[in-house]
């Protein structure tokens, strides 16, 4: 994960990552101990030598070796060293960096934030964007993120990164990388709202793409979060909008989702959501599958603002 902080403390961000070493070296194995330890770490290391990694002394300690990764600046790794002012090799530097679980590196972000002090709002809510961007890797043909195309047939690695920022305190709240051909910005934007507790007014802004029945429901389980989402408003647009006249407007739609087409489903005039619900059935490529992960039916409202540009577009 690469963060780029923004007019912050630098004891603030060192505290946070010497939290999360504190973890790792004295209760990292309590702390994540139990079912799926294996999949937290992520590594291929044996338990027993993850366990004495960085007890010696080094010059390149755990807190070092983060550091230096949060503060590196894309170049080449042996520049990087020598402008860090540290007498080691780049293979001593990539043998320290494989010993670090990912779960580190998460600690230290979430140790971060909860020390910054974002306290800037908008009308009383906290602004948070969410949008996808992609980060090239270097090749490796057996990685997830190894990508093909007519244009590219030797191939190149990308990961997709979707990151939570909030705009006013200009501080990352949570991001979610993915491999390039498994991207999912929807999936990613759910778990980021289903994660976060948002215990205070927050107001999560995104572009077209991520509107779908499944997200708004979302969004509507958590009472403290209100959203605002351009929506595609031609003929792909949600069957409630498409019916909305073509001008400017300010107005509640209310409808019911189902996940069945029983006739009082039909007649109700409820939406389908056709889900692949049934585990037991081989679904054929072809069938059209939505995403929802709550009940059936499930009754929805949220307003829909359409407002004339100067363009004379909406």
């Not at 890797?137 to 047939?153: D, G, H, I, T």
């Not at 959501?273 to 059209?288: A, I, L, M």
Request: with cysteine; hydrophobic share 35%; charged share 25%.
């Amino acid at each position: 994960m690469m963060l780029k902080i923004v007019n912050t403390s630098p004891g603030i961000l060192k505290q946070g990552i010497a939290d999360a070493v504190f973890c790792y070296d004295v209760d990292f194995w309590e702390k994540y101990s139990g079912t799926d330890i294996d999949t937290v770490i992520d590594t291929d290391t044996e338990t027993e030598s993850v366990n004495t990694n960085f007890t010696r002394k080094r010059v390149l300690t755990m807190e070092k070796t983060i550091n230096l990764l949060l503060s590196m600046q894309g170049g080449r790794l042996k520049k990087e060293l020598y402008e860090s002012g540290i007498g080691v090799t780049a293979s001593a530097f990539v043998q320290q960096r494989k010993k670090i679980p990912w779960i580190v590196f998460e600690d230290a972000f979430e140790n971060f934030n909860r020390r910054c002090k974002d306290t800037k709002t908008y009308k009383g809510y906290r602004v948070l964007a969410v949008d996808g961007t992609c980060v090239n890797m270097a090749r490796n043909p057996k990685a997830e993120s190894f990508m093909q195309n007519a244009s590219n047939l030797k191939g190149y690695n990308q990961l997709h990164v979707n990151p939570l920022y909030d705009v006013l305190n200009k501080t990352y709240v949570h991001c979610v990388i993915q491999p390039r051909p498994k991207q999912d910005e929807v999936g990613a934007l759910a778990y980021m709202v289903w994660f976060h507790d948002f215990e205070e007014k927050t107001l999560i802004v995104a572009d077209r793409g991520y509107e779908s029945y499944n997200m708004f429901a979302y969004f509507l389980e958590r009472p403290s979060v209100d959203f605002l989402i351009r929506v595609k408003q031609d003929r792909s647009a949600m069957r409630e909008i498409a019916k909305l006249p073509m001008m400017e407007l300010d107005t509640d739609v209310s409808f019911t989702i189902t996940t069945t087409q029983t006739k009082a489903d039909k007649g109700n005039g409820y939406i389908l959501v056709q889900t692949r619900k049934n585990k037991d059935r081989v679904y054929s490529d072809k069938t059209r599958a939505g995403r929802w992960d709550f009940p059936s039916p499930y009754p929805m409202k949220f307003r829909v603002v359409r407002i004339l540009l100067d363009t004379g577009e909406y």
